[in-house]
């Protein structure tokens, strides 16, 4: 049984950048299953996907967000990360890190982490 | 793309069953077969709940269905239980290069 876990700042100040990591456990992120995925949801609002890493390096974005995002990961140490750069409040939000299968469906989540973006 | 369309809000009563849908265009919903549903609680994490258009995973109840037509996919929640209550999110891949939309999700009421 996969287990995924968030972790990283609580607070991060506006034009800066937010940087998290996921730590998985039950199942490697070198496996060819899963695309290893952010997801966002900011308070009281529906789900944002952000981009998603394969076990090749390849990466996959949200358009929107292609600009300021970048994943990566640690494949000796089984995480993978996000960077945000460029914050304002709007990237004020619930962080989630999954399990993308083919054609996307999340089938794994972390519990999530709330990352504020206030000076 | 722009997210799916969901209704905000949908009700039963127990035992009753409830639709909600999911409207996206040909370039998503309409092109694959890759629509997705989740049930999220409050403070919790979403919970997959159908793939691949009408696939339940594991332990998910058989009360829960879904289907898609068109650039419409559905869910279907039968027998409604007070457990039920909660939101629910659509999502579907929309090609390579934005390979996941999700819909503004729905609120079901079991009242």
């Known amino acids: 049984q996969l287990q995924l876990q968030e972790s990283g700042p609580g607070l991060v100040k506006p034009s800066e950048t937010l940087s998290l990591i996921c730590t998985v456990s039950?199942?490697?992120?070198?496996?060819?299953?899963?695309?290893w995925a952010w997801i966002r949801q900011p308070p009281g609002k529906g789900l944002e996907w952000i981009g998603s890493?394969?076990?090749?390096?390849?990466?996959y974005f949200n358009p929107s967000l292609m600009s300021r995002a970048t994943i990566s990961r640690e494949t000796s140490k089984n995480k993978f990360s996000l960077k945000l750069s460029s914050v304002t409040a709007a990237d004020t939000a619930v962080y989630y890190c999954?399990?993308?299968?083919?054609?996307?469906?999340?089938?794994?989540w972390g519990q999530g982490t709330l990352v504020t973006v206030s000076s | 793309q722009s997210a799916l369309t969901q209704p905000p809000s949908a009700s039963g009563s127990p035992g009753q069953s409830v639709t909600i849908s999911c409207t996206g265009t040909?370039?998503?919903?309409?092109?694959?077969?890759?629509v997705s549903w989740y049930q999220q609680h409050p403070g919790k994490a979403p919970k997959l709940i159908i793939s691949?258009?009408?696939k339940r995973p594991s332990g998910v109840p058989d009360r829960f269905s879904a289907s898609k037509s068109g650039n419409t996919a559905s869910l279907t929640v039968s027998g409604l239980q007070t457990e039920d209550e909660a939101d629910y999110y659509c999502?579907?891949?929309?090609?390579?290069?934005?390979?996941?939309?999700f819909g503004g999700g729905t609120k079901l009421t079991v009242l």
């Open positions: 999954g399990t993308n299968l083919v054609g996307g469906a999340t089938e794994y």
């Open positions: 039950g199942g490697s992120i070198s496996s060819s299953t899963y695309y």
């Open positions: 890493i394969y076990y090749s390096g390849s990466t």
């Open positions: 040909s370039s998503d919903v309409g092109k694959y077969n890759y």
């Open positions: 691949e258009v009408s």
């Open positions: 999502s579907s891949f929309a090609g390579s290069n934005n390979p996941v939309i």
